[in-house]
Nanobody
Framework: QLQLVESGGGLVQPGGSLRLSCAPS????????IGWFRQAPGKEREGVSC????????KYADSVKGRFTISRDNAKNTVYLQMNSLKPEDTAVYYC???????????????????WGQGTQVTVSS
């Protein structure tokens, strides 16, 4: 099982930015599609963004399009989620998840992923 570690969360004012990182413990991410998900208190977990193992295909939830950017640096074995123009409604615990998948596959459905990190808290508040 792949162990994932998220980092980069914190408290930021509305309109600010954060960059989340997702890195594995002891293994390469090269063959994995990665998804970012979030869960706010009292709400269901939702897909935010995802990227294929090749990095050539990305998807975004409508609520974050134009504000969030997912990317991967295989040399650093890390996937990033750059979050700009943050809003209070972006407040949640953010999780990354991984699934072995070749080609252009990735998914915003959490049930498609087997391996998950512990999450990092993002709070957007003035």
């Amino acid at each position: 099982q792949l162990q994932l570690v998220e980092s980069g969360g914190g408290l930021v004012q509305p309109g600010g930015s954060l960059r989340l990182s997702c890195a594995p413990s002891g293994r390469t991410l090269d063959y994995y599609a990665i998804g970012w998900f979030r869960q706010a208190p009292g709400k269901e977990r939702e897909g935010v963004s995802c990227i294929s193992s090749s990095g050539g295909s990305t998807k975004y939830a409508d609520s974050v399009k134009g504000r969030f950017t997912i990317s991967r640096d295989n040399a650093k074995n890390t996937v990033y989620l750059q979050m700009n123009s943050l809003k209070p409604e972006d407040t949640a615990v953010y999780y990354c998840a991984a699934e072995i998948a070749a080609g252009s596959w990735s998914s915003l459905r959490d049930t498609e992923y087997d391996d998950w990190g512990q999450g990092t808290q993002v709070t957007v508040s003035s």
